[in-house]
């Protein structure tokens, strides 16, 4: 027998994100406006995980500084460690401001938490049915926005 | 159920992206259009979040701030603005907080 069921995963999966903050400072002015801008960033970062925390999220966070170029803080580290990490984590890059290098390190970034439609076209899994024993294969396939099994 | 390859049937969809992208100056390039649309593209069917923040008294520039709403809006987010660490710290809670209320 042949049917079709729709599933949502991302209702049983509210509580997961994947952060990625991408972060572009400038190191110009003296020594103490510079400090307070950075001390500023890492208690507003601290207080978004805390936030989230609160809430019992299963989140993990990438953080990219960026220049000219991208540099990479952290990446995908769990949120209870992030918190704890945060304060010697963050460096000052000097020197310039350049989106792009930063947007292509956060897409890659996010991908390591999700897969592009466009890389999963359809993933053959076992099928978890009760005839085991003469069922050979279900398919998931990808189709925005829904996912179908079809089942033996 | 079980997978044949590296991953679960769960893990594709583990997690909901969210960008914080923040700067307190415009890029030297006119750049990142592009990049912020692939990122739209890839990820929005995964519940893609993004927020562009200005921070900082030089980020009140109508070129940052119409640069930063743009990139935003190129990847139906928002843009959000901090002259201060307060305002900066009120914006990355409000952020978090909604993340418990999207769905």
Redesign the interface.
């Known amino acids: 027998m042949n049917h079709t069921r729709t599933l949502s995963f991302f209702l049983s999966h509210k509580d997961r994100i994947a952060v990625v903050v991408l972060i572009s400072l400038f190191c110009d002015g003296d020594n103490q406006a510079r400090d307070n801008r950075w001390s500023d960033l890492k208690m507003a970062v601290q207080s978004f995980l805390t936030v989230r925390s609160m809430v019992d999220a299963h989140d993990v966070v990438s953080i990219v500084t960026f220049n000219a170029h991208a540099i990479e803080e952290c990446k995908m580290m769990p949120l209870a460690k992030c918190a704890t990490e945060l304060e010697t984590m963050l460096g000052a890059p000097a020197g310039g401001t350049r989106f792009a290098p930063a947007l292509e390190m956060a897409r890659t970034l996010i991908d390591q938490g999700t897969k592009s439609p466009s890389q999963v076209k359809e993933r053959i899994f076992e099928c978890a049915c009760k005839h085991t024993s003469t069922c050979t294969r279900t398919t998931l396939t990808l189709r925005s926005p829904c996912y179908s099994i079809r089942r033996c | 159920?079980?997978?044949?390859?590296a991953?679960s049937?769960?893990s594709?969809?583990?997690?909901?992206?969210?960008?914080?992208?923040?700067?307190?100056?415009?890029?030297?390039?006119d750049?990142?259009d592009?990049?912020?649309c692939?990122?739209k593209k890839?990820?929005g069917?995964?519940?893609?979040q993004v927020k562009t923040l200005g921070?900082?008294s030089?980020a009140t520039d109508r070129s940052i701030v119409a640069k930063l709403t743009k990139?935003a809006e190129l990847a139906g987010g928002d843009f959000l603005q901090?002259i201060?660490?307060v305002q900066?710290?009120q914006?990355?809670?409000k952020?978090?907080?909604s993340?418990?209320h999207?769905?």
């Open positions: 159920m079980y997978t044949h390859d991953y049937p769960l594709l969809l583990q997690y909901s992206p969210l960008l914080m992208f923040l700067s307190d100056g415009e890029s030297t390039d750049d990142g592009n990049e912020m692939q990122i890839d990820f069917f995964f519940g893609l921070f900082g030089d990139l901090a201060d660490g900066l710290k914006c990355f809670e952020a978090a907080a993340l418990a999207r769905y």
